[in-house]
């Protein structure tokens, strides 16, 4: 069973566009992480959301973390080549002791000069 | 600060032979996680480390094994491969122990004929 879904799974878009990838549970959770990976490159953190309702700013990008802390988004401002990778949301669920983090699958971005 | 390094970065094995792989941490970084990674089930738990105990265990056969060592640099085991152990093998390692903040290394990608 995949806790978390991200949407879309691939996105391809012209330098400059902006867009919003969501990655969404029916599950609780006690925190977000969002990741980016790079070809050939092991995933990198981008951010951490702990707060229902909380909003993070890291340059262009934007995180938001859903009021009841089951979904969250990330907003790119016009969005650059250097933009491109696999986009991965990851968080522990509430239920349970099972301390295992869980991860979507990605979102795979290509921006295109 | 060095990053997470993992060795070899390329290798390519048969089916029935056995491979280890080799992650050093982020120097006072205690926690050791192991992830496989492939295009169809995206980043799957492997198992964590903390203080040269296995604390954690993914869903993955007994073929699968690590340990950590007490400077805390970690290697995983497999064994009698098969061709679908054709993967990116990935190392994060975090401060404390089941943290979503994780810092990973370039992975090792792990070929099987």
């Known amino acids: 069973t995949q806790l978390l879904e991200q949407s879309p799974q691939f996105l391809s878009i012209q330098e400059g566009e902006n867009l919003t990838v969501y990655c969404n549970s029916s599950?609780?959770?006690?925190?977000l992480q969002w990741y980016r990976q790079e070809p050939g490159e092991g995933p990198v953190l981008l951010v951490t959301?702990?707060?229902g309702g909380e909003v993070k700013k890291l340059k262009r990008l934007t995180f938001q973390f859903g009021d009841a802390r089951k979904d969250s988004s990330l907003h790119i401002t016009a969005a650059q080549p250097g933009d491109t990778g696999l986009y991965l949301c990851?968080?522990?669920?509430?239920?349970?002791?099972?301390?295992?983090?869980?991860w979507g699958l990605g979102t795979s971005l290509a921006v295109n000069p | 600060k060095a990053g997470v390094t993992q060795t070899p970065r390329y290798l390519i094995k048969t089916r029935g032979q056995q491979v280890t792989l080799s992650c050093s941490p982020i120097?006072?970084?205690?926690?050791v996680s192991w992830y496989q990674q492939t295009p169809g089930q995206g980043l799957q738990f492997l198992f964590e480390?903390?203080?040269?105990?296995?604390?954690n265990k993914g869903n993955f056969p007994g073929r699968f094994s690590g340990r950590q060592f007490s400077n805390s640099r970690s290697e995983m085991n497999v064994s009698t491969l098969e061709l679908g152990d054709s993967a990116l093998y990935l190392c994060?390692?975090?401060?404390?122990?089941?943290?979503?903040?994780?810092?990973f290394g370039e992975g090792s990608r792990l070929t099987v004929l």
């Open positions: 599950s609780v959770f006690s925190s």
């Open positions: 959301v702990v707060t």
């Open positions: 120097s006072g970084h205690r926690s």
């Open positions: 480390y903390f203080s040269e105990t296995q604390r």
């Open positions: 990851a968080g522990y669920p509430n239920a349970g002791n099972n301390r295992k983090l869980i």
């Open positions: 994060a390692s975090s401060l404390v122990l089941a943290s979503g903040e994780l810092f």
